[in-house]
Each structure stands twice: as C-alpha cells, then as structure tokens.
C-alpha cells in the first residue's frame, strides 16, 4: 500500500503562482511513476503531469508545458507541482497518484491521495 497526502492547494490570482505538494509513504516506490491531476468542477478527471522516481524523467500535458513543473525529493519521499502563470481553468481539485504504469490515464494508477483545492480567480 502507497499512502499519499497533497498540501499547498489555496486560492490564487490568475497569472500568480503556487507548488503543491504529495508527500508518500507506505511501500516505497522504487520504479514507480507519480502523477498529478486535475479535475475541474464538473468535468473528468484529467492528466497534468507525470515524474518516473527513477531517474526523474517527467512529461505534461500539453495545456499545462512551460508553465508546471513537476520535480520530487527522494529523500523527503515527496512530489511537488510547482505551478505558474496560472490561468483560471487551472482551477479545480488536484490529487497526486501512483502507479508503476507511467500512463496519463487515470483509470490506470492504482493509489490516491485525497486531493488538494486550487481557485483561480480571473
């Protein structure tokens, strides 16, 4: 079992900035992919970014390149979003997830955490 926890979520300008943060515990997860998503109030949960533990490597939606940056600390065992030029459809419920597929499909990775709010206000 892999055990997440966001923070950092909260209410923000448009064009300001803020860095979630997924803290994990429980099985260590070695090779694994971490991911962040978005869901916007009424609307599917999508795919924002993603980071291989190993190595690091990372990849984004397209909405989102130039502007997020997805990193972790192995050390901490935790996965930041650090999110700028933030734009009002960048609001919505953001939850970090684990998985050792590496997809941008939800339905693939199995552990959650509980999500963290983002408002972005035009």
């Known amino acids: 079992q892999v055990q997440l926890v966001e923070s950092g979520g909260g209410l923000v300008q448009a064009g300001g900035s803020l860095r979630l943060s997924c803290a994990a515990s429980?099985?260590?997860?070695?090779?694994?992919?971490m991911g962040w998503f978005r869901q916007a109030p009424g609307k599917e949960r999508e795919f924002v970014a993603g980071?291989?533990?190993?190595?690091?490597?990372?990849y984004y939606a397209d909405s989102v390149k130039g502007r997020f940056t997805i990193s972790r600390d192995v050390v901490k065992n935790t996965v930041y979003l650090q999110m700028n030029s933030l734009k009002a459809e960048g609001t919505g419920d953001y939850f970090c997830?684990?998985?050792?597929?590496?997809?941008?499909?939800?339905?693939?990775?199995?552990?959650w955490g509980q999500g963290t709010q983002v408002t972005v206000s035009s």
């Open positions: 980071i291989r533990w190993r190595g690091g490597s990372t």
């Open positions: 997830a684990a998985d050792n597929s590496g997809t941008t499909y939800p339905m693939s990775y199995r552990y």
């Open positions: 429980g099985r260590p997860v070695g090779n694994w992919y």
